[in-house]
């Protein structure tokens, strides 16, 4: 019998995008458009490809994303183009990816765990949720949740559920208070210029049809249930699953006028992908032999035949320290200011402590 492996390694390697989200304090009106003078100098983000990265088809519709900030309030906004502009959902935290849907997940503290998770389709319904860690870990969705003081809008350029009409796009703008967001931040406080969350966007679009006048979702003969939605993101997962928090962009808290060329991903956070390739060779070796390793030679191993590309077959010589227990194991290296470690652990979990 085959081996199943839980958690598949990406087919990508380390290239979050970064954007630089600027302070913005004009006046803001929220009603879901993003043609004002608000979001006028305030750059969009690349088009959004599939979830799996380039070995995919460029998406049939155009997404793009927007962020802004104040001393109060993280601004989102996005334009979802297209013409199949329809939801159903009408209940609060309900399952909202049942219909087309704009996704934001926002990791304040990048240990990829402890983050949030905002949902809401063209008629305005959202669903929000605390995630304790990925699902891939064991993770929980606190569905209990509600972000304080959130405040959301829709604007359909169209009409909404009705194929006949003219229709273009649909946009989205979302304010979530700093207050909501700073319980998981590393400093418990809002961010200030220079600093960084990780995120990522996903828009679940569905394959339709036109049935008597009315949008249905496309279904596969064999079965008779709808076929496979697409996942549309701005940062790539490289596996179908956007809980992979360590691949989510960066973005930087900026100062008017700031560009995304003004800003690096720090070195410590490319040292904690190195730890991650080990991270992902652990749980295979859990999978295939029943436990965890504390031989370096037996990831190295690993991760040259289980990484779907080229980049993550190996990894960098950081002079890993590897601790494991019948259950649990702990991955070291140096930070790159050489006075502290960062940690990787089995749930994904990563750290940060003294030398």
Not at 33 to 43: C, G, S, Y
Request: glycine share 6%; hydrophobic share 35%; proline share 7%.
């Amino acid at each position: 019998m085959s081996t199943q492996y839980r958690i598949p390694v990406p087919a990508l390697g380390f290239q979050p995008p970064v954007y630089a989200c600027r302070f913005n304090d004009k006046a803001f009106t929220l009603d879901g458009r993003l043609d004002k003078e608000f979001w006028r100098d305030i750059p969009f983000t690349e088009d959004f490809p599939d979830i799996e990265g380039a070995i995919r088809p460029v998406p049939r519709f155009r997404t793009r994303a927007k962020m802004a900030w104040d001393r109060e309030n993280l601004y989102i906004g996005a334009v979802l183009e297209g013409d199949e502009i329809w939801a159903h959902q009408l209940e609060h935290d309900c399952v909202i990816f049942q219909d087309n849907d704009f996704e934001i997940f926002i990791d304040p503290d990048s240990d990829t765990q402890a983050y949030f998770e905002y949902e809401m389709n063209a008629r305005n319904t959202t669903w929000d949720l605390l995630l304790t860690k990925a699902y891939r870990d064991g993770g929980k969705p606190i569905n209990g949740y509600e972000f304080h003081g959130i405040r959301s809008a829709v604007y359909i350029d169209g009409r909404l559920n009705e194929p006949g009409a003219h229709n273009r796009s649909w946009s989205v703008e979302v304010v979530i208070p700093f207050a909501a967001l700073q319980e998981c931040a590393a400093q418990k406080r809002p961010p200030v210029p220079g600093e960084y969350y990780r995120m990522n966007f996903s828009r679940v679009q569905w394959k339709v049809d036109v049935e008597g006048g009315q949008f249905r979702k496309r279904v596969c003969p064999e079965t008779g249930r709808p076929l496979p939605e697409d996942n549309w993101v701005w940062a790539p997962t490289g596996v179908i699953n956007i809980h992979y928090p360590e691949l989510w962009a960066f973005v930087f808290f900026a100062e008017k006028g700031q560009e995304a060329c003004d800003f690096r991903i720090p070195e410590d956070e490319g040292r904690k992908w190195e730890l991650r390739k080990l991270y992902y060779a652990q749980q295979f070796c859990l999978d295939e032999r029943g436990s965890y390793t504390d031989d370096m030679e037996t990831l190295k191993e690993i991760l040259a035949r289980i990484a779907p590309c080229q980049e993550n077959r190996t990894v960098r010589d950081l002079a890993y320290r590897i601790g494991t227990t019948a259950h649990a194991f702990e991955i070291t290296c140096p930070a790159a200011d050489g006075q502290n470690l960062l940690a990787i652990f089995q749930d994904g979990r990563t750290d940060v402590y003294p030398a």
